[in-house]
């Protein structure tokens, strides 16, 4: 099925671990981005990416790398995970920003203890 | 820290009844405003992506309005049903460097009805 995949959909981690969440679109979009959803502050971008080669940082990039060597994967890598980081984690991806809406992934919920 | 605003936090309203609520946002640089409809345990699902001032987009009973001169929108729902309970959210797309950039939400509107 056409979509955004995301993978895992939870994840524990312990404080200091590594990980990274994996993001993949079949619909060939150039638009990706990644965004945390926390109670009270709404969804706040991380890191965006306009097409393969080019990502550039968000609101809260802080802590999280990415890359974007496809057009169709967008991994979010936590550097050295911290309590902070608990969060619920959406990926999206849109053909423009500006003709067409995002499509959002299922969402991953990560905690970090 | 861009800050897009919406309002109200949460808003109840009789099934049957029409309703509308706010998003604002800096004028600036501005590229498109999306809206977008979040159930619970679900993932945001786009409602309208606009992108010119004065511009107006309908979709069954929904509709919003667009001023980017002010900084503003509106979203509407005409005749509310229980399955319009959700989460709207409003979320700003400016201009940069490499074109356009992520989106910038607004905390939400949450909108229950009740039959």
């Known amino acids: ?113 | 820290i861009l800050n897009v605003e919406q309002s109200p936090q949460s808003l109840h309203v009789q099934e049957g009844d029409s309703t509308n609520f706010t998003c604002s946002f800096p004028s600036s640089n501005f590229y498109a405003l999306h809206w977008y409809r979040w159930e619970t345990a679900k993932s945001p699902e786009a409602l309208f992506v606009m992108t010119l001032n004065g511009d107006e987009k309908k979709k069954g009973r929904i509709s919003a309005t667009l001023n980017t001169k002010e900084g503003y929108s509106y979203l509407y729902i005409k005749g509310s049903q229980p399955e319009d309970s959700a989460t709207y959210l409003c979320a700003l797309v400016r201009l940069s460097g490499g074109g356009a950039d992520g989106l910038t939400f607004g905390k939400g509107t949450h909108l229950i009805i009740q039959p």
């Open chain 1, 1 to 113: 099925n056409a979509g955004v995949t995301q993978t895992p959909k939870f994840q524990v981690l312990k404080t200091g671990q590594s990980m990274t969440l994996q993001c993949a679109q079949d619909m060939n979009h150039e638009y990706m981005s990644w965004y945390r959803q926390d109670p009270g502050m709404g969804l706040r971008l991380i890191h965006y990416s306009v097409g393969a080669g080019i990502t550039d940082q968000g609101e809260v990039p802080n802590g999280y790398n990415v890359s974007r060597s496809t057009t169709e994967d967008f991994p979010l890598r936590l550097l050295s995970a911290a309590p902070s980081q608990t969060s619920v984690y959406f990926c999206a991806s849109s053909y423009s920003g500006r003709a067409r809406g995002y499509t959002f992934g299922s969402g991953t919920r990560l905690t970090v203890v």
